[in-house]
């Protein structure tokens, strides 16, 4: 049942930015806004003070290399398999390796991790792996394909962490972090309500996204995609996880954990940063709602095997 309760909210507040869209409440533009908003100013406030204030030692190598190999395992197959079994344009492949392997670490990961195995700490592992490794290469194959002649441009790639605020606000949070640096209260007040407002506002405009999105579901190449992109996520990914646990012989709580991160579901990020680079939305509003859905089976499941 505890379980359940952490998936509820999440359900809830993509039902309400649906119905608000439905509705004419927020007007035509409001995924598009709402999405902004939170690649701009509130993302980044949660992870510049999610990583300032994590400590950045004492990692669970073993445990994070186990992660991190499923995570490379699935996003390739997703990124592959965009083109070559549906024919997607090249722009959409980082969209597409996103969704099949970039886990909801926060703000699901954190109420399932506190229930199922008592502690954030390796979860806290997994959000610098995503965020310091995984975050800036999908961004940097995004920014690419949104270069005309679709070049990688080296001063492009080396200002991308000027331009974009979800790396810069990041690598700004692990400098602080090595350094010990903690931000006065006057500072840090404001970036704590915006942080606040990430998660209810990306899912809010995840609903009005899925509502703007909703005449294309018919599109008969849709649920195959869907399908494979699911099965990556909640199936694949948990599976190559424990098989590297198992090669990597770790005791069975880390391997519990491994196991249920790989087994969230896909991040509400992969929606915001769809819609930043106008490319791949609507599988990727789909599969953050689909696999959000389903994940609580594939958690459930973990739970109880290795439990």
Known sequence: MSLVAA??????????????????????????????????????????????RMPLSGFAGRSLLAFGVSTAAVIGAGWAGAS???????????????????????????????????????????????????????????????????????????????????????LLGVACSAAGVRLPSAAAAPLTLLAGATAPAALVALGASLHRTASSLAEPAEPAALAVITALKLVVQPVIAYAAGLALHLPAPQLLAVVVCAGLPTAQNTFIFAQEYGTGETVANRAVVVTTTLSLATVAAAAMLLG
């Open 7 to 52: 998936f509820v909210p999440i359900w809830i507040l993509t039902a309400i930015g649906y119905a608000a869209c439905r509705w004419g409440l927020l007007g035509e533009a409001a995924a598009s806004v709402l999405g902004r908003f939170v690649f701009h100013l509130a993302m980044p406030s949660a992870l510049f003070l999610a990583l300032s």
């Open 84 to 170: 070559r079994l549906f024919g997607h344009e090249p722009g959409e492949r980082p969209i597409w390796g996103m969704a099949a392997g970039y886990v909801n670490s926060a703000n699901l990961g954190i109420p399932i991790a506190t229930q199922v195995l008592g502690s954030v700490s390796f979860l806290a592992e997994v959000v610098l792996l995503q965020v310091l490794v995984v975050t800036p290469v999908i961004l940097v194959a995004l920014d690419r394909h949104r270069d005309p002649a679709g070049r990688v441009r080296v001063r492009r790639i080396a200002s991308l962490p000027v331009r974009n605020p979800v790396i810069l606000a990041s």
